[in-house]
């Protein structure tokens, strides 16, 4: 059965933690079609978190039609269209990542200074997109 | 129709004591079904608001509505939709966990003793242990076991966490939040520990020098404030929204604004912020009666 975390430093808020775990372990393929998720109350129970917080994840989920939640029997993962990516992107992608990353290190950047460069660059690469 | 959307609802709300008020022009709407957190440092007013509600204390001003009804005209009927679990759990020290039950029982209009021990033999809470003699974290989960016999509507709960360590205030959270997931509970805590508030709550009353300071939503105010950081500046702060903070370094300055832009200045860059950080940022602000009047009235 999948488990969630929640970590309460991150500043990303609960439900969104939660839907972005399910959206991760589906594109990873450790979750697959018609795997069940917990029920809201076996979340609530394990992580001491608020049950609406959990429902606004699972509507969340249901809604950008991750999963379908049947009345009765649970929430099941359902077959992705077109999100999960295919091995050979997600390796070239990760490998192209590590590349860079070995780079910087090599640079002498440290995981903070990593961190902050992924993310100024990101969000400016995001304004762009908009603008 | 009151009843069901709303919980709790105070109007203009204050108590005045011997050495000043203790609460003033407190008007709130809490929605029902929520777990609403009531935050803020010690003396705040955050008991005093809370026996207000329960109707421990008469209010000297304004009027205090639970589940639609006027507190100050409630009949055991409507005492009996709530629960309330005063500071430190207390409980009979020399009764035993059984006699506890079944003097709830005895005291109570609505009370299910079948599931109060169903819920502490799922603890493992032996029933004929004298009160006394258990743990900190197993008195409160009996003391919150007789507040959920009841099968309140509205559980209010003062400070139900401050004294455990942080296994028992997971697993008391665990069966609160438990409880809530049956539905039909409208949960109300004081807490003075801002942290991991976010987990448990979807809405949130700051209370500072016996005045509502921030009230609303938490996913609302979460996504109405941001910070914004750029180059040090003390000039044009307008153009930002409401600023609540602003915060100067040497070459920078940190705004925490409420419903405002990013400057177009170069250099500036928003960043969500963290509850924790934004009710610091509330409890640290200089108090401001205009400001939090109408704080108060849009809640």
């Keep these: 059965m999948f488990v969630f975390r929640l970590d309460t430093h991150s500043g990303v808020p609960p439900y969104l933690q939660l839907v972005q775990q399910v959206r991760q372990a589906v594109l990873l393929g450790f979750l697959q079609p018609g795997d069940r998720l917990p029920l809201i109350r076996e979340v609530v129970e394990d992580l001491a978190i608020n049950p609406n917080t959990v429902a606004k994840a699972y509507r969340q989920m249901e809604q950008e039609n991750l999963v379908t939640g049947r009345p009765g029997q649970g929430t099941f993962v359902n077959e992705q269209q077109s999100a999960a990516m295919s091995a050979s992107t997600y390796t070239s992608l990760r490998r192209g990542l590590a590349t860079w990353l070995r780079r910087a290190y090599a640079a002498g950047l440290d995981e903070q200074a990593v961190n902050a460069l992924f993310t100024s660059v990101h969000q400016q690469t995001r304004n762009e997109d908009v603008a | ?299």
Aim: charged fraction near 20%; glycine fraction near 10%.
């Design chain 2, 1 to 299: 129709m009151t009843a069901t959307e709303f919980a709790l609802r105070t109007d203009g709300l204050g108590k005045r004591y011997r050495k000043g008020w203790a609460l003033r022009d407190c008007t709130l709407a809490l929605p029902a079904g929520g777990v609403i957190a009531l935050v803020g440092p010690n003396g705040a007013g955050k008991t005093t608001l809370l026996r207000l509600i329960v109707g421990l204390l008469a209010p000297s001003t304004g009027t205090v509505e639970v589940l639609g009804h006027d507190v100050t005209a409630s009949t055991p009927q409507t005492l009996s939709r709530v629960g309330f679990l005063a500071q430190d759990h207390p409980l009979y020290k020399r009764f035993t966990v059984a006699e506890m039950l079944r003097f709830g029982r005895a005291c109570n209009l609505r009370f299910d003793q079948g599931l109060a021990e169903r819920r502490l033999a799922k603890l493992g809470i032996p029933l004929d242990r004298r009160a006394g003699t258990l743990s900190g974290g197993q008195q409160a989960q009996v003391a919150l076991a007789l507040a959920l016999a009841k099968r309140p509507d509205l559980l209010v709960l003062d400070e139900p966490v401050a004294s455990l360590d942080p296994l028992a205030r997971h697993e008391f959270l665990q069966v609160l939040m438990g409880a809530v997931a049956e539905g039909g509970v409208t949960v109300l805590f004081s807490s003075h520990v801002v942290h991991e508030l976010e987990r448990v709550c979807d809405h949130l009353v700051v209370l500072n020098h016996g005045r509502v300071t921030l009230t609303g939503d938490i996913d609302t105010l979460l996504a109405e404030h941001r910070l914004l950081v750029g180059p040090r500046t003390t000039t044009d702060l307008d153009r930002a929204g409401t600023v609540v903070e602003a915060v100067h370094s040497d070459r920078h300055t940190t705004l925490l604004v409420r419903d405002g832009a990013i400057p177009a200045a170069p250099g500036w860059q928003a960043r969500p912020i963290a509850l924790e950080d934004l009710v610091l940022a509330y409890l640290r602000r200089p108090f401001e009666p205009s400001a939090a009047a109408t704080s108060g009235a849009a809640a």
